[in-house]
């Protein structure tokens, strides 16, 4: 019977396994110089939702414009460049969350509720919310999350952000309309 045979790790094979393990196997936050916010367009969500939607950087810059009147978006940017977008829409009634993500959203949903109001795919998520506005009578909202940064996908981060946030408006102000 033969002995087995202690075969020697080079340096740099042991250094590569050391730091990979330092680094904390893909835990990017510690890379994060930035606070992540609370607030998008004026929706409170906790910030572990968000965190694992953005990149790493030094910076962050939230907007919030209106391209449209029944359009409210939020972009994210990381250290200048689009990160990650929030957007609320009103649309027609009797759209589904899948029609919209489709035909309006630029979402390709691999992934539907049970009910079918939220659909999602690593990159983004469309929700419909339940919402009564007056100024947008006879109209349906529906919420938008897209990861904007290259090479990011994350479909339970991204379904878990898009539910809190649609939650979090229909349970706003703007939402208890007569």
Not at 73 to 94: Q, T
Not at 165 to 173: H, Q
């Amino acid at each position: 019977m033969r002995a087995a045979r202690r075969i020697p790790l080079p340096a740099a094979a042991l250094a590569l396994v050391l730091a990979t393990l330092a680094s904390g196997c893909g835990n990017d936050g510690a890379d994060r110089g930035y606070v992540v916010p609370e607030t998008l367009c004026g929706v409170t969500v906790a910030p572990e939702l968000l965190e694992p939607l953005l990149p790493p950087g030094e910076e962050i810059t939230v907007s919030t414009h209106t391209p449209a009147g029944s359009i409210t978006a939020c972009e994210v940017s990381v250290d200048g460049k689009e990160a990650f977008s929030v957007r609320r829409e009103w649309w027609e009634e009797g759209w589904s969350a899948r029609r919209f993500a489709e035909s309006q959203a630029y979402v390709d949903p691999e992934k539907e509720s049970g009910g079918g109001g939220l659909v999602w795919s690593g990159r983004g998520a469309v929700a419909a919310v339940e919402c009564r506005d007056p100024d947008f009578a006879g109209q349906a909202l529906f919420v938008v999350a897209k990861m904007e940064a290259d090479g990011r996908s994350d479909a339970p981060a991204v379904r878990g952000f898009t539910e809190a946030y649609g939650e979090a408006y229909a349970g706003s102000d703007a939402c208890s309309g007569p």
